[in-house]
C-alpha cells in the first residue's frame, strides 16, 4: 500500500509540475513516447486550471497581463493542487498564495483586487433569499432603531483595503482599456447578490466598521458607535441609506421588542 501512495503521489506531483519528468515507473512502447503522452495529459490539466483561476479572477488577470498571470497561476497550482474534482471552489485561497509572494505594496494591492473577486464568486454561489424591502425599513418605529438587529443575505460579505480596489475594478473589469485611477486612497465595498446579478458598493466613510458590526449581531446603535470610533466623518444617514438601498438585509429585529 505504501508503494502505491508513493507512486500515486509521485504521479499526481508530477502531473502538476511541468518542469519535472515523468515517473519511471511508467511504462510504454519508448520513453519518448511515454513522455509525449504524458505532457499532453499535463499541459491540458495545466491549461485547464489556469483558465479556471483567469475566470475567477479576470481583472486581477488584466492588471498583470495573460503571461505573467499564467506563469503565477502555474506555480500556484503546483502547489495547490485541486483537492476535488468539482473545480466550483478551486482558488479559494489564491490570494493567500499571491500574498505570500512578498510584502510589496504592488503584490498587496493586487491580492486585495484578488480578495475582492474571491467575494463576487462567492456570492455568485451563494444561497437564493428574500430581501428586505425599502418599505419596511421605512415603516420601523423610531422608537426602536437604536436596538435594531439585522440579518444580512447569504451573498453579503465585505472587503477593506488601504488601496482604491473598488475604483480599480471598476475601471479593468471590462474589456476597454481600464481608467487611470487618480485618487490612491483606502477603499472598502459591500458585495451581496440580493437578486440575479453580484453587485458591488463602494461603502462611505466608517462603512465597513458599521456593517462588520451589524453582521456579527450588533444593535444599530453599537454600530453607530463603533463606526464613529473608527471613522471621525462617519454619516449615519450616507450607511443607512447605501445599506438599504443594496437590499443586502434579509431580516429585521429588534431587542426591544424581542425582550417584551
Not at 502555474?74 to 485561497?93: E, F
Not at 477603499?187 to 456593517?211: C, I, K, N, Y
Not at 453607530?224 to 471621525?232: G, L, R, S, V
Request: charged letters at 20%.
Amino acid at each position: 500500500m505504501t508503494r502505491l501512495t508513493d507512486f500515486q503521489q509521485g504521479f499526481a506531483t508530477a502531473m502538476l509540475d511541468v518542469a519535472l519528468p515523468p515517473p519511471c515507473s511508467i511504462r510504454g512502447a519508448g520513453f519518448g513516447s511515454v513522455a509525449r503522452r504524458f505532457d499532453i495529459h499535463r499541459n491540458r490539466i495545466a491549461t485547464n486550471l489556469v483558465q479556471t483561476l483567469a475566470e475567477r479572477y479576470p481583472v486581477t488577470r488584466r492588471l498583470i497581463g495573460p503571461e505573467s498571470f499564467a506563469a503565477m497561476a502555474q506555480l500556484y497550482t503546483v502547489h495547490n493542487p485541486p483537492r476535488s474534482p468539482v473545480l466550483l471552489d478551486y482558488g479559494d485561497t489564491f490570494p493567500l498564495f499571491i500574498r505570500s509572494l512578498g510584502r510589496f505594496p504592488s503584490i498587496e494591492y493586487l491580492a486585495d483586487i484578488s480578495d475582492l473577486e474571491l467575494s463576487l464568486s462567492r456570492a455568485y454561489h451563494a444561497a437564493d433569499a428574500a430581501p428586505v424591502s425599502v418599505d419596511a425599513f421605512a415603516q420601523l418605529s423610531p422608537d426602536f432603531l437604536e436596538d435594531l438587529v439585522l440579518s444580512f443575505h447569504p451573498s453579503a460579505s465585505l472587503v477593506a483595503s488601504r488601496f482604491p480596489i473598488v475604483s480599480i475594478w471598476e475601471a479593468y473589469r471590462s474589456e476597454d482599456e481600464g481608467q487611470l485611477v487618480t485618487l490612491w486612497a483606502a477603499e472598502a465595498a459591500l458585495v451581496a447578490r440580493p437578486d440575479d446579478e453580484v453587485r458591488v458598493w463602494l461603502l462611505p466613510s466608517g462603512g465597513h466598521a458599521f456593517l462588520a458590526n451589524l453582521m456579527k449581531g450588533a444593535t444599530l446603535a453599537e454600530a453607530t458607535h463603533a463606526a464613529a470610533d473608527a471613522a471621525p466623518d462617519f454619516d449615519l444617514i450616507a450607511n443607512l441609506e447605501m445599506l438599504i438601498s443594496s437590499r443586502a438585509c434579509i431580516g429585521i429585529d429588534s431587542l426591544a421588542l424581542m425582550a417584551a
